[in-house]
Structure formats: structure tokens, C-alpha cells
């Protein structure tokens, strides 16, 4: 008898889901249909094993809504803390670059509280709190070297196809360019910036100078010919859609990025380096050669609308220097404005200074030392490390963070969700390799 109870309770459910499917199909069309039963699936696989939702999110977060990206990644999240409650599955364990990213989520917190416009300051905290419970997440669950490998490589094929989409742009000239992107007195043989599904060329960039060096990272690692081919395509595909953003604070980004990886992985190639770059100059393009060019020419538009920027930020800063106007764009932004009424921003285009103005002295060191620790660490137990994989890989992963860094002179590159998506993401992949070489692991 308690045999035959226990079987029926366990069709109960099948029954019920039978049933609200069949309702569905015959009241809905079979395209929205067929959404929904992949939804159903997806939750399923995803309460099965929550690494489903981990390789789905890192796969197609580039290509998902803002909202629909922040809604999977705490569904995730709510995943997670369910199995923690009732499944007893481990919580956070602890890590020594944990306690700073800890910090950093009080202080940003607090500055919220405190902020000018709270409101607007909660748009960005939410953003940041949860990509980094979704890293949490990532942290605790991806334990081995084959697990890994997965999200990486999952990571590498979705900006492949976010470029391939670029591309397709290029050649079909199906782009909407907006007349800030280039200063034509300066560029006139530039027609074409291409941002995929990213809405704007700089920000694509930002975004492909984190992924390449892991691809490259990949290729390095690859001993299979195949497996060398494969990631060789990938990185090609990735690095000519850099170029054709015509991003300047992408490029330069990108070779300090690959100067980092070549500096961790083999030193002796920096004797390549200098006559490589030098003879490239004479094969490039005009419109490039030009794009180039203008990086030293302050009267180029953008150049000059920066500069401007700049000084008046450092007045909001002056002004503001201990705790800042308030975490995010939207109180920057409230405040730029009472400086000027002659300039529209969202942004101080210089990640440093805009972290100043939004959070002051405070919140700068705190995030400089999050970087800090995280380099620190990361070089002393992976790069600095025996296992060849851990090495090469977290070159990669570290040369990405440089390269966006960089870039973050002349860009705020943790204003768009997507990106500040990737930059925890990348956290996240640092600190989850760290915890996987506490078990010797191999992969081939």
C-alpha cells in the first residue's frame, strides 16, 4: 500500500504539467507555444542541475534584453539558495578574494542610501548585485577543469556568433550610424562602425577586447590540430570585428591586453612584438591608418568633447571628493549638469574619474583595491602556478580584465548591464579557477 501511494504521488505532477501543456496547445499558437514548453524544459534542467542555467546564461547573455538577463540570472540565484535550503547543498565557501568583492557590495550599498537620487542609484546597484550573486553562483558550482572548459568555450562560440553578426553588418551595410561616432573632418574615408547586437561600436569593443585573449588563451592551450584550428577561426572572426569597430580605446585595449597575456605566457615573443607592429602599419588601410592617427589629434571631435568632459568632471570631483554624488550614471549625470548647460553626458567617459565622482576617495580605493587583489591573487596562484592549463587560461581571463581597464580611460566600461555583466563574469572565472586547483585536475 505505501508502494502504491508513494507511485501515485509521483504522477501527480507529470499529470498536472499534462494537463497545462494540453491547455496551451489548443489555446495558443504553436509559436508561442513551442516558447513556453522550452521554458518548461529550461526550468526543469535548470532545478535539475543548476550548470544548465550557468552554460544558458553565459551562452546567451549577449544576445537577451537587459531586464530578461537580470530576471535569469536571479532566477538563478533563487536556484541556488533553494537547493541551499533544501537541498544542503554547501554554501559560499571562503576565498580571499571574496572579502573584497564584499566590500565593494556594502560600499556601493551604502552610496546608494546615500546617494543625491537614490532611485537612479538603485538602477546600477541592481545590475552589480546581481551579476555578482550570479558569479557566486558560477563560484560555487563549477568544481572541475571539464565543467569549466565548457563555460569557456560556450563563452568563446556566443562572441563568435555576436561577431559573425558584426560582420554581416559590414557586408550588407545594414548599419545605423549616428554622426558622434566619427568626426569626418578628421576620418573621411570611415563610413562604417559596426556594434552588433550591442547598439553602439565602443561598447562591442569593450566587450570583444575581454573575450579574445581567452580565445587566444584556448588556441595557446589546444594541443589537437583540430581543436588549434577551431579556436584560430575564432579568434580571427573576433579580432577582425574589433577592427571594424574602428574603436581607438578598443585597440589600444586590446594590444595592452595581449601584451599582458604575451608577458604571462611566453616573454620572448615581446622581441616580435615592436617589428610586428611596425610593419602592420604599412598594411593597413586608410580609413584605419587615419582611425589611428587621430588618436593623437585633439581638434578630432571626440577627442576634444572628452577633454571637456573631463575638466568638468574633475569639478564634480573637486566637490564631491570624500563619498562622491551617489553610486551610477544617473546621479553623474544629475549633477554634470549643474556645471554645464552646453554638454549632454551619461557618463564621464573615463571609468577612473567617473568612479571618483560617483563614490569619491572612498569608494575609488575600495575599487582599486578589489582590482588590486584580484591580479594579485589570480598571478600568484594561477599564472605563477605548474599547471599548464590553469596558467594559460587565466592569462587569458587577467589579459581581458586588462584590456577593458584600459579601455577604461577613455570609456566607462561598468555603465552598460551587459558589460558590467561580463566584467563580474570574468571575476567570477578567476576566482572559480582558483578553487578547482585546490584538486589536482587534468583536461587534454
Do not use: C
Not at 533544501?86 to 571574496?98: A, D, N
Not at 577561426?233 to 577592427?243: D, F, K, Q, W, Y
Request: avoid cysteine; hydrophobic fraction near 55%; proline fraction near 3%.
Amino acid at each position: 500500500m505505501v508502494v502504491e501511494s508513494i507511485k501515485r504521488k509521483e504522477l501527480i505532477f507529470p499529470l498536472i504539467l499534462g494537463v497545462i501543456l494540453s491547455f496551451l496547445y489548443y489555446n495558443m499558437t504553436l509559436e508561442y507555444f513551442s516558447v513556453v514548453l522550452l521554458g518548461v524544459l529550461g526550468i526543469a534542467l535548470i532545478l535539475f542541475d543548476i550548470r544548465v542555467g550557468i552554460y544558458m546564461e553565459i551562452f546567451l547573455y549577449p544576445f537577451l534584453p537587459d531586464m530578461l538577463n537580470l530576471l535569469f540570472m536571479i532566477f538563478i540565484v533563487g536556484v541556488y539558495v533553494f537547493n541551499i535550503v533544501f537541498k544542503k547543498v554547501k554554501p559560499l565557501t571562503k576565498s580571499s578574494i571574496i572579502m573584497p568583492i564584499i566590500l565593494y557590495i556594502i560600499f556601493i550599498t551604502i552610496n546608494t542610501v546615500t546617494s543625491n537620487d537614490p532611485v537612479g542609484s538603485f538602477r546600477d546597484l541592481a545590475i552589480h548585485l546581481t551579476s555578482i550573486g550570479f558569479i557566486f553562483v558560477l563560484i560555487q558550482s563549477i568544481k572541475s577543469k571539464k565543467d569549466f572548459n565548457i563555460l569557456i568555450v560556450l563563452l568563446i562560440i556566443s562572441a563568435t556568433l555576436t561577431a559573425l553578426y558584426g560582420l554581416y553588418q559590414f557586408a550588407t551595410g545594414n548599419i545605423v550610424m549616428e554622426d558622434k561616432w566619427v568626426d569626418e573632418a578628421t576620418n573621411p574615408d570611415l563610413q562604417t562602425r559596426i556594434y552588433s547586437v550591442f547598439g553602439n561600436p565602443n561598447i562591442f569593443a569593450e566587450y570583444l577586447i575581454m573575450i579574445i585573449p581567452i580565445s587566444v588563451g584556448l588556441f595557446w592551450f589546444s594541443k589537437s590540430i583540430h581543436k588549434k584550428a577551431l579556436f584560430l577561426i575564432t579568434t580571427m572572426i573576433l579580432v577582425l570585428a574589433l577592427v571594424l569597430t574602428m574603436s581607438r580605446g578598443g585597440w589600444i585595449g586590446f594590444a595592452f591586453g595581449i601584451f599582458v597575456f604575451i608577458l604571462f605566457v611566453e616573454k620572448r615573443l615581446l622581441l616580435l612584438a615592436i617589428p610586428a607592429a611596425i610593419g602592420g602599419l604599412f598594411l593597413l588601410p586608410d580609413a584605419i591608418l587615419n582611425r589611428l592617427l587621430s588618436i593623437l589629434n585633439f581638434a578630432d571631435s571626440s577627442n576634444d568633447y572628452r577633454i571637456r568632459m573631463w575638466k568638468f568632471t574633475l569639478e564634480v570631483i573637486k566637490d564631491n571628493w570624500l563619498v562622491g554624488v551617489g553610486f551610477g550614471h544617473l546621479p553623474f549625470r544629475q549633477a554634470f549638469g549643474k556645471y554645464t548647460r552646453t554638454m549632454v553626458t551619461y557618463h564621464a567617459h573615463n571609468t577612473y574619474l567617473e568612479t571618483m565622482a560617483e563614490m569619491g576617495l572612498l569608494g575609488f580605493v575600495v575599487f582599486i583595491s578589489l582590482l588590486f587583489v584580484i591580479f594579485k591573487y589570480a598571478i600568484k596562484k594561477l599564472v605563477k602556478g605548474n599547471d599548464k592549463y590553469t596558467k594559460i587560461i587565466s592569462s587569458g581571463i587577467l589579459s581581458g580584465l586588462a584590456a577593458v581597464l584600459v579601455h577604461g580611460l577613455v570609456e566607462n566600461i561598468l555603465y552598460i548591464p551587459r558589460i558590467i555583466i561580463s566584467f563580474w563574469m570574468l571575476v567570477g572565472l578567476i576566482i572559480t579557477l582558483i578553487n578547482i586547483t585546490k584538486e589536482p585536475q587534468r583536461i587534454s
